[in-house]
């Protein structure tokens, strides 16, 4: 390495990855997961007419995806009665908001998210040298006011806000919500992560409004939709602002298959409304299964359960730690006081079952 | 958008796009292409347990992909015979070059290709601010030599030289590969790309040394391999490079069915073996059809053929239009004097037969 020359940032990137993959603990096992309940997939699955609308695209993955990704564009703009020039279909939320960062992010500029809140974002920023603001959380739910406030005195560029929130599984109302989007302040982008939205209760998502050229929102086919495993999500914004991001995106970066199975899965708008019905019944499940061993499951208007062990956050790692030498994946809150908990995704029965077998377990072993 | 602030850099950039992708061209028509011979895809498909993989994995898209590439990683390895440290799986050459242009170019830094080389890299440099220097080719042939002397004269950063080469289907041999290798300047890193290495005759990719950290070499699974509409490639280089991109890469990019496709496509090196010896048949066929309609096909040893018209640029563009307008979807080269020449991608024998059949008929309509 001697004779290259990355650029000062890089070489001041720490080595760090947000986090540590499913298939990687497994490795370090040497075991399959009995219950994989970790990373907030959706274990009740895709649509079976995604499934097959994937399966007949496997023969045509010798052609680039189209790079426009018309289709589904149009589809999402009838979808969400506004128009395709309003939406961007990326690589994930994760590829969107990496996208996002780079496009207005220069070193040292300021940017607010709350302690504890999604780190892919946090990683994003650090990559791009922009200066990280993080405001506490105020009883387990990202704190609205706080936020303003911080972006307001630091000169935020981007503030990020997830609704419903990861990783606690918290929520605000629209009301909320929208009076948060009404006081962004001047130079500032709200950047609104509703990848839960589909996992929440009505009156959760402010209307949309593709006039307001301070707000982003993300969706994504990875949670309730059940395709983590395409790298497909989507942003809502004004229409300049989406057509920036033509101006570095991978334009052939979402791929045939994704676009396919993504397009089929929005037309099963009955298969989602089924996957909301188990959810239900899962986050039942998994409040119950808490209660049972002495934990406090919080609400959740996401697709995971977040567990109060009431003790501190040596605990919950002890716990975690324990569930996964049983071969349950999950995962927990990195920071005080969130770490006094773990987080469990909600899957189908038999998962649940697994789960309510080996907390037990767990929680004797530690 | 009066209010949100994007970075300088971004603001400066055009808003262009590389290549229009060939859905687009579709859609000016709103008929399908009768062959589809633009892209340098595999009109040959990948191979079948690679499509048979890819539906299996459809089941588990609900997970994400391997955040590690574990699997895909360690048979690229042992297929080159190379330590798995030395590889990096991402989202195709396109997604590699992004991010290795992030990791080393910043705003002024020289980097050196040729002129008329791969647009997308030249994208991901203006992208990130680089200061572009190019190099004429030399008889429709990258030009090693000055190549080199470019780049110890600016002090480039990055050297770019996809061999063989695209657009202009020519190639240079191991030998001299090698001694570009062994004279790159102090400072610079060698980018080469080999994208078409696996349409190339024996003798042109020099043995790997990944003791090297002054080159960095890129393969795909788009071309031969047929998996263009996955969205994976890999990059072969020392250790300590590999590892740097583990600071700024998207860890979950790669979806669950590419890594699954690719892993199936590298196992079955029959059905590659298959696609080569069908190319070299289609190469000659094209070779033939230039021929009688009085083109010259250049010598390729890439998935495609391209053939000089023996007139200017004005004259190559109308006959791409004359095709386009008759469905057959090919491109041709961007600056002068390369864009004398049309680009024809190989393809089975049914799509040859079309080209066969409407190149007369385009270059009466022009």
Known sequence: MSTIRFTDLALHLPATVPFVGPEANMRATGRPFRARL?????????????????????????????SECHDLRMALATHHQIAPENILVGEGIDGILGNLVRLMVAPGDAVVTSDGAYPTFNYHV??????????????DHED???????????????????????????WHSARIVQRMIDAVPEGTLLVLDEAYIDAAPEGTAPALNTENAQVIR?????????????????????????????????????????QAGALAALHDQTWLARVQAELTAARK???????????????SATNFVTMDCGRDGDFARKLVQALMARDVFVRMPFVAPHDRCIRVSAGPPADMAVFAEVLPQALRDI
Chains 1, 2 share one sequence.
């Open 218 to 258: 993300l969706r994504t086919f990875s949670k309730l939709y059940g395709l983590a495993g395409l790298r497909i999500g989507y942003a809502i914004g004004a229409a300049p602002l989406i057509a920036m991001f033509d101006r570095i995106r991978n334009h052939f970066g979402v791929g045939r298959i994704a």
């Open 126 to 139: 650090a990559g791009f040298g922009g200066a990280l603001h993080k405001v506490p959380y105020r009883d």
């Open 38 to 66: 970790g990373a907030n997939e959706s274990g009740f699955g895709p649509s079976p007419k995604a499934i097959s609308a994937m399966q007949s695209a496997a023969s045509e993955a010798w052609m680039y995806g189209d």
């Open 144 to 170: 609205p006011a706080a936020l303003l406030v911080r972006a307001e005195e630091v000169g935020a560029k981007l503030l990020y806000f997830c609704n419903p929130d990861n990783p606690m599984g918290s």
């Open 285 to 299: 499940m998994l409040a119950e299964i808490a209660a049972d061993n002495g934990l406090h499951a919080l609400p």
